[in-house]
Each structure stands twice: as structure tokens, then as C-alpha cells.
């Protein structure tokens, strides 16, 4: 039952888990789960992970919490893995990134870098007379929900109420660069961009559209900004997703799958950008807390040392295929839409119906747990440790719903 005592603003399913293990989770029925979300592509290790659970407890034992008005070992470690794994892909160096800013969320690390760019814009152009700081956001994107990042994402539902918000967002359609290339003016300083639109409905930037707008970026000196919130920490396959697009961003933010479940965001950035961050500018009491460092850092070894990079594209390719392969049995799956663990599956009807008998109790099969991402569409980002094993009994759970749900029956859900 819902508790008296918590705000009303999150529709939750009446679920309560006691624990997980891998990619599974139980509840306080004892029913078993696959959990093909991962909290919001965020618990990248899966549950438990013994490697994490020990990092955790030994930073715990010997301290918790201290400033940043002193030197955090834990955080330039967790700092000095993030400029390295941003310079190497599997194919080879890349330019990567230089200096990591920590916070707490998706959000905040947005935020910080929204302020980064004003500042950079402020510094470089104060002379002028002309101020330049606009920054150019995407239709059907997602940044956050503080009034900056809630700024930068343009749907009306998200917006609606909260006016005044900040100025100096531009909105442009996705996936168009026509569109962009008419809105930048001599005001715009930054692109602010999703590789892929996560809560928009895993809609993926066409490559060289991608490229495209970095080309711009650079014709017109504005600062090129990927949001690899979602994207981010091995989830497509390449450890940033930027990496896999042969992509020289001047700045990245990153959160959920970063602290494996512990709060924990980042901004990184070129060194030319992130210097115009002086002492005074910007700040945080908990970012790079030694605590979500340690899991940071433990989640960007495990990557590393247990090959996830590897098995996410392994992973991944099966989700893909057994999804489509789906679609063509059912005629229910219209469109498969992701890369590497971020999938989406476009459905004839409602996903919420979907979703909703997926997580129900089967004789022989586990629950699955994934979400309506739009009234149509079912998103899957399972934790990067998932195996193939995993993704078929899951694809099974889906297969076995699919068939249940018949085509009438699914009346679409009310749009978030
Ligand atoms: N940016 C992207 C791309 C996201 O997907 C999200 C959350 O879904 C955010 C930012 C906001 O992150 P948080 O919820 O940690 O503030």
C-alpha cells in the first residue's frame, strides 16, 4: 500500500523487493524477477555485485563523507579512470577528455554543464557587446528535472506549471540538421545533444547526423555537449557512446550506471573548457563524496576486468534479434529501435499492458521487469552483466505475454 507519509508524484507498481542477485530480483512474495531496467539503467553491475558490496563497505569503515575542502584520493582516482577509459576504445586512442567535475544526478551534472558553457560563453565574449549564450536542445529530449536541465528539455509535459523557466534554450527538432544549422545565431554558444533520446523512446541519432552537428559546432565555434547520462558507462557497447561514433565532444555528462546504483554524476570536459570553472563558481557539499567514488571507480574496473564491454554488444545483438524475431512471429513488435543494452520495442497496443502481465506471476516463468518509455513502447536496459542465457529466458517471458495480449485488448495508455 502506498505510504501516507511520501509526496504523491511517482506512479509506483505495488511492488516491494527484499533483495537481488545478478540480474535477478526478489520480492517480499517470493516471486523471482529478471530485471531487464536495472533502475533506470543504473544498477550497471546487476545487483549485489560482491566486488561492489566490498567497496562499498570498506570505504564505509573508514570514512564516509569530508568536502571538498580537502583532497579526496578516492575522487582523483575515480577522476583520473574516467579521463582514461574516455581515451581508449576497443579499437584503438581516441581524444577523449580531460577533467572530470563530480555531482550527485543526470540533472546536476547537467546543470554544471549548462553553467560551464554560460561561463565559457562569458569569458570569451563579455567584450563584445554581443552576449552569446544560447544553447540549442533537441525536441523529444531528456535532461533532467531542475529548472535548468527541465529548461534544456522542451516537452510540454515535462515544462507545464513551472514558468518562469531559465532563458536561452533553443529547441530544434532531432535528427535534422537543416533545422539546427537555421537556428544557430550569433547568440548560440552550445549543442546540447542525446546520442540516443533514452526517455524520448530510445531514439537514436543517425551517425552521421551526429557527426554533422559536431561539423557545425566547430564552423560556428559553439561547444559541442553530449548528455551520455543513458548513454554513458558502457550501456551501448563502447564505455561512452561518443567513442562508438568516432565523436570529439568538448564536454560529456554522465549519472546512472556510473555509480552502479550509488548517487553519482559527472561532468567531463577538455581542459581549455573545464578551466573557466574557477574556485567559487560552482560546487556541491556530496559530489565526489568518497563513497560514490569508491563505486564508481569499482564500476569502471569491473567493465574493464570482466570484459562487460564485450558481452553488452554480445548481449545486446541477442536482445536485438530475438526482439525482431519476435515482431516477425507476433506481427505485435512494429519497430526495434536501440544499440548495445538500450532497447526499445514499438508495440501494436499498449506497453503499460505489456509490461504490467510481464511483471505478473507464471507458473514455470520468472517476472520481467521493463517500462512503457511511451503509450506504444517497451523499453529494455538491463544491467551490462546480463548473459545471453538471461536475455533468452527473458525474450521467452516477453514471447509467452505477447501471446496472451490480444491485439484488441490493448488500448493505448495516457501519455506521461
Ligand atoms: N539526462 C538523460 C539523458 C537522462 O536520461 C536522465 C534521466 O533519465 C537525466 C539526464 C536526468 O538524470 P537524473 O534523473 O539523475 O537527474
Redesign the pocket.
Known amino acids: 500500500m502506498a505510504s501516507p507519509y511520501l509526496f504523491e508524484n511517482y506512479r509506483r507498481m505495488p511492488i516491494r523487493f527484499t533483495h537481488g542477485r545478478g540480474v535477478r530480483l526478489y520480492d517480499e512474495e517470493g516471486h523471482e524477477y529478471l530485471d531487464f531496467l536495472a533502475g533506470?539503467a543504473t544498477s550497471s553491475l546487476g545487483h549485489a555485485h560482491p566486488r561492489l558490496v566490498e567497496a562499498i563497505h570498506e570505504q564505509a569503515s573508514r570514512y564516509l563523507h569530508v568536502s571538498n575542502l580537502y583532497e579526496i584520493p578516492k575522487q582523483e582516482e575515480a577522476a583520473e579512470a574516467l579521463v582514461k577509459a574516455s581515451r581508449r576504445t576497443t579499437k584503438g586512442p581516441v581524444r577523449g577528455l580531460d577533467r572530470v567535475f563530480f555531482c550527485n544526478?543526470?540533472?546536476?551534472a547537467?546543470e554544471a554543464v549548462i553553467k560551464l558553457v554560460r561561463r565559457w560563453a562569458f569569458d570569451r565574449h563579455q567584450g563584445d557587446g554581443a552576449p552569446r549564450h544560447e544553447i540549442v536542445v533537441f525536441e523529444n529530449g531528456?535532461?533532467?528535472?531542475t529548472l535548468g536541465?527541465l529548461a534544456a528539455t522542451p516537452t510540454p509535459a515535462y515544462q507545464r506549471g513551472f514558468a518562469p523557466l531559465p532563458a536561452g534554450f533553443v529547441a530544434v527538432p532531432f535528427n535534422d540538421l537543416a533545422a539546427l544549422e537555421a537556428a544557430i545565431s550569433d547568440r548560440t554558444c552550445a549543442v546540447l545533444v542525446?546520442p540516443i533520446q533514452?526517455?524520448g523512446g530510445v531514439v537514436v541519432g543517425d551517425e552521421d547526423y551526429l557527426r554533422g552537428v559536431q561539423r557545425l559546432c566547430g564552423e560556428h565555434d559553439l561547444l559541442f555537449l553530449l548528455?551520455e547520462?543513458?548513454t554513458g558507462v558502457g550501456r551501448t557497447g563502447e564505455m561512452f557512446a561518443f567513442q562508438g561514433l568516432g565523436l570529439e565532444p568538448d564536454a560529456i555528462t554522465l549519472?546512472?550506471g556510473l555509480g552502479g546504483g550509488v548517487p553519482v554524476?559527472a561532468v567531463l570536459a577538455q581542459n581549455d573548457l573545464a578551466q573557466h570553472l574557477v574556485p567559487g563558481t560552482h560546487g556541491t557539499t556530496f559530489g565526489g563524496n568518497p563513497l560514490a567514488c569508491s563505486a564508481a571507480l569499482t564500476v569502471l574496473s569491473v567493465i574493464e576486468s570482466e570484459g562487460l564491454l564485450e558481452r553488452v554488444r554480445e548481449s545486446g545483438t541477442r536482445l536485438q534479434r530475438g526482439l525482431q524475431s519476435l515482431g516477425e512471429m507476433s506481427g505485435r513488435v512494429l519497430e526495434v529501435r536501440g544499440r548495445g543494452l538500450m532497447w526499445a520495442a514499438c508495440l501494436d497496443g499498449s506497453a503499460a499492458n505489456l509490461v504490467t502481465a510481464c511483471l505478473e506471476s507464471r507458473t514455470g516463468s520468472v517476472g520481467l521487469l521493463a517500462n512503457a518509455v511511451r503509450p506504444d513502447t517497451v523499453r529494455f536496459l538491463p544491467p551490462l552483466i546480463v548473459s545471453v542465457a538471461e536475455v533468452d529466458e527473458a525474450l521467452a517471458r516477453l514471447e509467452q505475454e505477447l501471446s496472451r495480449l490480444a491485439p484488441g485488448e490493448a488500448t493505448p495508455v495516457a501519455a506521461r
Open positions: 533506470l544526478s543526470g540533472a546536476e547537467n531528456f535532461h533532467g528535472r536541465a542525446e533514452g526517455e548528455d547520462v543513458q549519472a546512472k554524476g
